[in-house]
């Protein structure tokens, strides 16, 4: 079975977005069963948790004697399973692949930028004098994928693929913001991931037991995700 590892209970702020996300609604998109396995609070550091994802983050795929951590590679491996995340076709292949590094590496660093001056710094003075520039950063990546999507459902090919569930995860970490929701093409896009059946599953199953543990439990479980 596979096991996926996850945190027990983040703060609100956070439910939602951890980034095991992306691995669970990659595996509910291929339909393949897992386990998740959650950490408790100072579980992170712990030898057993940095012997298999050395900075000591989450999410970290496990099946068999393979282990895994980065929510792209475990994306790319599990789209290597099911068409439903990569097409068959190469080319078509590698252009799905493209675009899970475009919201890797072209998009989430500067989104991931001011996340960090709003979730964390917002009271410090450096943080009002660097925000409108984060802020532009982030608008012009933002256009950038608005017209690329403007006359198309999805980000390649007409089809759903890890590219589209890379980017709506990446882009989900705006919520707090207005700037998705100002360009049409992309909130619809957004809106269009995030109503697939398999997304719904996956978020379901991320903040389930954020409800149950609070922020003091301290016990890890095996918790079955479905
Ligand atoms: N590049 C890594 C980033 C993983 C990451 O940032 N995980 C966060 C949760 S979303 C985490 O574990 N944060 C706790 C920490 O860094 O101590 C990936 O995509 O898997």
């Known amino acids: 079975m596979i096991r996926i590892t996850a945190f027990q209970w983040v703060p609100p702020f956070a439910a939602g977005l951890v980034r095991d996300l992306r691995v669970r609604w990659a595996l509910e998109e291929a339909g393949l069963p897992y386990q998740a396995r959650l950490l408790g609070q100072g579980e992170q550091d712990s030898p057993h948790h940095r012997a298999v994802q050395p900075f000591g983050q989450v999410p970290v795929y496990e099946e068999g004697d393979l282990t895994l951590f980065e929510s792209g590679a475990i994306l790319l491996h599990i789209g290597q399973q099911s068409e439903s995340l990569l097409p068959a076709d190469p080319e078509a292949r590698a252009r799905a692949v493209q675009w899970v590094f ?3 590496n072209s998009v989430e660093p500067a989104i991931q930028e001011l996340a960090g001056i709003d979730l964390f710094h917002a009271a410090e003075e450096w943080a009002a004098i660097r925000r409108p520039g984060a802020v532009a950063m982030v608008e012009r990546k933002l256009d950038a994928l608005e017209a690329r999507l403007d006359g198309r459902d999805w980000l390649e090919d007409g089809r759903f693929t890890a590219g589209d569930l890379m980017m709506t995860t990446v882009l ?55």
């Open 102 to 104: 475009a919201a890797l």
């Open 172 to 226: 989900r970490i705006l919520r707090h913001t207005d700037l998705v929701a100002a360009r049409p093409a992309l909130a619809a896009h957004q809106a269009r991931g995030e109503a697939r059946p398999a997304f719904q599953k996956a978020l379901a199953s991320q903040l389930a037991p954020f409800e149950r543990y609070g922020p003091r439990e301290e016990v890890p479980v095996l918790q079955p995700a479905r």
